[in-house]
């Protein structure tokens, strides 16, 4: 389990969290929502220890992971899973070696033994024999996958995504959280999704954390929000003439 | 702003240097490192340091017309001149502008591209797997590049003498093997050495922390070559005021 507590973070004078708290359970697929601006790439990256909170504590397992210096977290991080907004592979390595890479720096496992880590992750995202190209050569869908197959690869307990449908096809998007979805439930992961994807709140939101102008301003799940009287939750998920027909039959 | 600059070079730096995670995948990316810096560069060197070396040959006899003077002079003043400053010096800017520049774009691409975020979200120390086998790529194909420049140039200096009629080979010869003294190589080698760290690391520097986007990493290029030609230059001052 995930727990933030009080979270603040600022830029400057720019104050972007205000005392976020929420507790993200394993086993369930946890959305943060919320518009631009509104802090949750910030929570994200205060929760995998890319910012550093002005104040307030992330807690993995009880874990002060705020408190903790470089070494001290690379336990945990072997244990994070993250999907980035544009995939974030890295160009000089083929699919294959993106994903072998976290096994080649952290585990024992031979060359062998690793391939066939990279083929099984590969087969699990549906993107079977594709091991020796470069992220140049596949389009954003499959960016995506390799992404979650590297995500995977080192068997998370903790699975980000931040934007995981940005730049994708409406059918695609479906593809990926059906994966999501997926993987969550076949290891048990602690699954926090960044998005503004509407889709994906209806379909995958067990639990959904609203943020508005870096404030907490509703938790539920996808069943709770279509009943909710917050006024800015309502503003943002009905915010489009098919979501306000659509909520007629909710 | 320049203190500001200089604490978070020498804090990357110390990250730099830490205990890499498994030394087997940092030893191959020092070899490609190598090969980059070192045999992709070896063309460019070659032209420059002939050429330079023919010039000078040719510029020294120009400027020594005396019959007081014996003409072997000239390869002692080109040999001096080379190994002393021109080889360790030029080849230094050149590669800061060739090196320099792919290694702050490099960087700063994976930068704004989250690649960067992406390996310390796996627990891997991005400064020390990035940039550390740059800089050990620079400080060992620098001085290496030098020599090579060091012999080029006075080849330059033989076929350019000879071919102007500035100098005899004969007299050129004479000049480059009279009154050497090895000394001057452990100048340029220590030379050599610290442009090497200074290339690669400050352009290192400068790509890591971009924000931004494409545009910011085009500046931060730019800026890395700028800073590394402006530092070498101040280093080149003090070694040679330390060690001359």
């Known amino acids: ?250 | 702003m320049f203190f500001n600059s200089l604490g978070k070079y020498l804090i990357l730096l110390k990250s730099v240097f830490k205990k890499p995670e498994k030394w087997a995948i940092y030893r191959k990316e020092i070899l490609h490192e190598m090969y980059s810096v070192g045999v992709d560069s070896l063309g460019l060197i070659a032209i420059i340091s002939t050429f330079i070396g023919a010039v000078m040959t040719m510029q020294i006899a120009f400027q020594l017309v005396s019959d007081l003077i014996p003409n072997s002079i000239i390869g002692q003043i080109n040999r001096d001149s080379s190994i002393l400053e021109l080889s360790p010096t030029i080849s230094a800017l050149v590669l800061a502008g060739k090196v320099g520049s792919s290694v702050s774009s490099q960087i700063g691409t994976m930068r704004v591209t989250e690649q960067i975020d992406a390996l310390e979200i796996m627990g891997i120390n991005a400064p020390g797997y990035l940039i550390l086998p740059k800089i050990l790529a620079g400080i060992t194909m620098v001085p290496i590049l030098v020599v090579l420049s060091i012999a080029l140039a006075l080849t330059g200096g033989l076929i350019g003498g000879a071919l102007s009629g500035a100098v005899t080979p004969a007299d050129y010869i004479s000049g480059i093997t009279d009154g050497f003294r090895g000394y001057t190589i452990t100048v340029a080698m220590v030379k050599a050495f610290v442009f090497g760290f200074v290339i690669t690391s400050v352009s290192a520097y400068q790509g890591f922390y971009v924000k931004g986007g494409s545009l910011e990493v085009g500046q931060a290029s730019t800026k890395g070559v700028v800073v590394s030609c402006i530092s070498i230059l101040a280093s080149d001052y003090a070694i040679t005021a330390a060690m001359l």
């Open chain 1, 1 to 250: 389990m995930i727990e933030v507590q009080d979270i603040y973070k600022s830029f400057g004078d720019n104050e972007v969290l205000k005392g976020i708290s929420a507790k993200f359970e394993p086993g369930r697929i946890s959305l943060i929502i919320g518009g631009s601006g509104s802090g949750k790439s910030t929570l994200l990256k205060c929760m995998v220890g890319l910012h550093a909170p002005t104040k307030g504590r992330v807690l993995y397992q009880g874990q002060d992971f705020t408190r903790m210096n470089f070494d001290e977290r690379i336990p945990i991080r072997k244990e994070i899973g993250m999907l980035f907004q544009n995939s974030a592979l890295f160009d000089s390595m083929t699919v294959e070696e993106n994903i072998t890479f976290p096994l080649q720096m952290f585990s024992d496992m031979s060359k062998k033994e690793r391939i066939e880590r990279a083929n099984s992750c590969l087969e699990r995202v549906n993107l079977p024999k594709s091991n020796k190209l470069y992220p140049a050569e596949l389009s954003g869908g499959m960016k995506k996958r390799v992404g979650i197959a590297r995500a995977i690869a080192m068997n998370p307990k903790y699975l980000f995504c931040d934007e995981p449908n940005s730049g994708l096809d409406p059918k695609t998007s479906i593809v990926i959280d059906e994966l999501i979805q997926d993987i969550t439930e076949e290891f048990n992961t602690t699954t926090i999704v960044v998005t503004h994807d509407m889709n994906s709140v209806m379909g995958i939101g067990q639990y959904i954390l609203f943020l508005y102008q870096g404030e907490k301003k509703w938790e539920g799940s996808n069943k709770e929000i279509a009943h909710t009287d917050v006024k800015e939750l309502n503003d943002f998920v009905f915010a489009s003439p098919f979501m306000r027909i659509a909520k007629k039959s909710f």
